[in-house]
């Protein structure tokens, strides 16, 4: 579990160094195609393509901005599912130290569950790096 949370919290200030560096300069881009959409001297076709230029960066900064959220959701539970073992595990000890650990047999069944949960999280994981590999190489061909 703490090198899923390792690897979450060094994806995370990755993408959170992505956005910031992507943020500064769409900024600037988007300040030049709003100089474009203001200017007379502007043809539509300079007009059209700075709109949807504009919409491209704001689209691009949120789609980043929306893939920085899910991972910040998924540090937290992912340090969720952590301290829940942790306190499964204390429980089992605290049990098998009063000899009521033959008598609970449920707790086997909730660590079965975290466990599941951190497959889960794991794919999921998984499943974003996937799609951002996807992105990117979408993002290259269409460059």
């Not at 990755?14 to 769409?26: G, I, S, T, V």
């Not at 203001?38 to 491209?56: D, F, H, I, P, Y």
């Not at 952590?82 to 707790?107: C, H």
Request: glycine share 2%; aromatic share 6%; charged share 35%.
């Amino acid at each position: 579990m703490d090198e899923i949370l390792e690897m979450l919290e060094k994806t995370t200030k990755r993408m959170q160094k992505d956005l910031d560096e992507n943020q500064h300069w769409a900024l600037k881009q988007i300040e030049n195609y709003d100089g474009i959409l203001k200017s007379k001297a502007s043809s539509e076709a300079q007009k059209v393509r700075a709109l949807l230029g504009k919409t491209l960066e704001y689209d691009r900064l949120e789609r980043l901005s929306s893939q920085l959220s899910i991972l910040y959701i998924l540090q937290m539970f992912a340090f969720k599912v952590k301290v829940l073992k942790i306190s499964i595990d204390s429980i089992k000890e605290q049990l098998a130290q009063s000899e009521i650990l033959e008598k609970a047999k449920g707790i086997e069944d909730v660590e079965k569950k975290i466990d599941r949960l951190m497959i889960l999280l794991e794919t999921q994981y998984e499943s974003m790096t996937k799609i951002e590999e996807d992105r990117k190489k979408d993002v290259s061909y269409v460059s």
